[in-house]
C-alpha cells in the first residue's frame, strides 16, 4: 500500500528553522517528484516545494525561495525540507505529495496531478 509519512513539524518563532521529513513506502519512490504542499486556515492548499526522482529539478513556490531547501535520499526513500528564516504567513499543515515523475502539480496547484498524499504535519511560527 503507498503510503508517504510526514515529520518534523512544530512550534517555532518567527526566524527560526524546522526540518520536514516524508518517507516514502510501498510504491516506487525513485520515479516519482516528491514535496510539499500547505493549506493554511481559510486559504487553498499550495504547492510549496518539490524535486523530481531522477533528476533533482527542484522548483519552489516565490514565497520560500531563498528561505527553503528541499533535498532527496533516494537510499531511504526519504525528502526533506529545510524550512529557514520562518515567517507567521508560513504557518500551515504542510502536506507531502507524490506525482509521477514531475512537479507539474505543484507549479500549477493541480490536485488532480497528485498520485499520494500524505496525512499532514502541523508547522507554527509563532511568538
Known amino acids: 500500500q503507498p503510503q508517504l509519512v510526514e515529520s518534523g513539524g512544530g512550534l517555532v518563532q518567527p526566524g527560526g528553522s524546522l526540518r520536514l521529513s516524508c518517507v516514502a513506502s510501498?510504491?516506487?519512490?525513485?520515479?516519482?517528484?516528491i514535496g510539499w504542499f500547505r493549506q493554511a486556515p481559510g486559504k487553498e492548499r499550495e504547492g510549496v516545494s518539490c524535486i523530481n526522482g531522477e533528476d533533482r529539478t527542484t522548483y519552489y513556490a516565490n514565497s520560500v525561495k531563498g528561505r527553503f531547501a528541499i533535498s532527496r535520499d533516494n537510499a531511504k526513500n526519504a525528502v526533506y525540507l529545510q524550512m529557514n528564516s520562518l515567517k507567521p504567513e508560513d504557518t500551515a499543515i504542510y502536506y507531502c505529495a507524490a506525482e509521477r515523475y514531475y512537479c507539474s502539480g505543484y507549479v500549477h496547484n493541480d490536485y488532480n496531478e497528485i498520485d499520494y498524499w500524505g496525512k499532514g504535519t502541523l508547522v507554527t511560527v509563532s511568538s
Open positions: 510501498g510504491f516506487a519512490s525513485d520515479y516519482y517528484a
